[in-house]
């Protein structure tokens, strides 16, 4: 369990992503028994029982990677909330004031956490009496027509054998970046992005607040397995859909064991509040799609309450894995022969002599080699394809989990090459190059201006006008706005024929 104070009143481990991913992410082999056509699921959003119904709890990636820009710094990037809906006002989305918020470092391979990131939030209303996040154009953090804001704080939490050994607070009151409501309501989003990267002692640098969802893949597998149709692959269910990010940068000294021991192993938790003032673990994440598909709907809960070092517990689900045999049934792909002993070497113990650190306990982390190198053209298939930099070797942005994760799952590493992928290879918006490297979310309204307004002009005089859309005269049923961020992804473009194709691929690195 994650280390927890009062207040003021295995198991899944990456080889279990694998499996996952490949039903997450819209494989073409992936039709799992337990979970309930239409359900909408990615990584791990939504990924339980309890947590679906907290949102604000409920942790749906963890990337961490050597700073492309800083190559002598870690960054490490978690978030939470899945499917926001850019127009879901008027309360926007907010981290909760009653959850701690953890970002756990393993430096030694034991299965137990050495240092702790916990970032704790407050939220604040300056006027009470009105129902608007925004009273007007906001220009920056500190805006008066900012009603609704938040702040946080982040304690580097220093343990040894599940004990805190010290607690130093690093951050104090630093401002979120809102919830991007719209051009009228934030003209200039990107400046108050800017805004809320705040720069840290000894280099490190962090940020709280909305942004893209970076996870790209295929969601339709889950009706009914495209419905029989795999021509119906390759469109990005989460475009134009937001989460809440935690970004921080760190020198990498400060989390890595030494230079002779450069691998970490990271994951994230949320606690939250109860009644009494205690806080109890109610999601878990390292590895992507760990909890999401593997895990029977009886484990998933239990998952998310637990530690890596309890993760024996559930090692059957990495070495009997499920999601083969319901391949082979469907697909007539053979399942490789079990126990899946490759899945339980690379992904619970990390890639030995990539990222699998001496006297390894398995576990589920997302396991770091900080000492390798980003490059400048990075490979989507990361080690898959050559590329140490990448996945399994930790998870950039662009890193395509679930291709990857499906080959292996398929028996790529132990004689059954192959190239299966869900047709969706990289996200709907591009990366920055500097930290948090995060896409800016997708604003809340994205309809055409009001009839006399100009995209140049301020907003806020020019409202008084019909609300029409520009160039239609008289009255008109034609939204102002754009309906969801759903409807928004309903536009996207197929991007091709079958689920499953194969390329033959040179230069693997297993």
Request: glycine share 10%.
């Amino acid at each position: 369990m994650t280390p927890t104070f009062l207040s003021g009143a295995g198991r899944r481990s990456f080889a279990t992503l694998v499996c996952g991913a490949l039903a997450a992410g819209g494989l073409a082999a992936a039709g799992v028994a337990t979970l309930e056509p239409g359900a909408a699921s990615a990584s791990s959003h939504r990924e339980a029982p309890l947590i679906s119904g907290q949102p604000q709890y409920d942790n749906t990636d963890v990337y961490a990677f050597v700073s492309p820009d800083h190559p002598d710094s870690t960054t490490i990037i978690a978030n939470w909330i899945p499917f926001e809906d850019p127009a879901g006002g008027p309360n926007f989305f907010t981290f909760a004031d009653d959850a701690q918020y953890d970002l756990h470092i393993d430096n030694n391979g034991d299965a137990q956490g050495d240092l702790l990131f916990r970032y704790t939030f407050k939220t604040h209303t300056k006027n009470k009496k009105t129902f608007l996040y925004n009273t007007g154009a906001v220009t920056s953090l500190d805006d008066p027509d900012l009603n609704v804001t938040q702040t946080y704080d982040v304690d580097l939490i220093k343990l040894h054998n599940q004990k805190v050994m010290s607690q130093t607070k690093i951050a104090d009151d630093v401002p979120v970046a809102p919830s991007n409501v719209g051009k009228a309501s934030m003209p200039d989003y990107s400046k108050l992005r800017k805004q809320a990267v705040h720069k840290l002692t000894s280099g490190a640098q962090t940020f709280a607040g909305q942004a893209d969802d970076p996870f790209f893949l295929d969601l339709r597998v889950f009706d009914l397995l495209y419905g029989g149709n795999l021509t119906e692959v390759g469109r990005d269910t989460l475009k134009g859909y937001n989460v809440n990010s935690i970004a921080l940068q760190v020198p990498t000294d400060m989390i890595a064991e030494s230079s002779h021991q450069p691998v970490v192993g990271i994951w994230s938790t949320t606690q939250r509040r109860n009644a009494q003032g205690y806080y109890s673990q109610v999601s878990r994440l390292g590895n992507p799609l760990v909890n999401e598909v593997v895990n029977p709907i009886g484990d998933k809960d239990k998952f998310n309450a637990s530690a890596p070092w309890d993760d024996a517990q559930f090692l059957k689900n990495v070495t009997n894995p499920e999601l083969p045999k319901l391949i082979e049934g469907i697909y007539k792909i053979k399942a490789p022969a079990e126990p899946r002993n490759d899945l339980v070497d690379v992904f619970l113990k990390g890639v030995k002599g990539l990222n699998q650190p001496p006297e390894v306990r398995p576990s589920e982390e997302l396991r770091l080699n900080t000492s390798i190198e980003p490059t400048a053209k990075p490979k989507r298939l990361g080690v898959l394809d050559g590329d140490n930099a990448g996945f399994p070797n930790g998870r950039r942005l662009t890193d395509d989990v679930i291709d990857a994760s499906l080959q292996v799952v398929e028996g790529e590493l132990v004689g059954s090459k192959n190239d299966l992928g869900d047709a969706v290879d990289k996200n709907d918006k591009k990366f920055g190059h500097s930290f948090p490297y995060l896409a800016n979310p997708t604003a809340g309204s994205r309809g055409k201006l009001a009839k006399g307004t100009s995209g140049g002009n301020d907003v806020r005089n020019q409202l008084g006008d019909a609300l029409q859309p520009a160039g239609v005269s008289g009255s008109s049923d034609t939204p102002l706005i754009a309906a969801s961020a759903g409807a928004g992804a309903v536009g996207i473009l197929l991007i091709g024929g079958g689920l499953m194709w194969w390329r033959r691929m040179r230069g693997r690195a297993y």
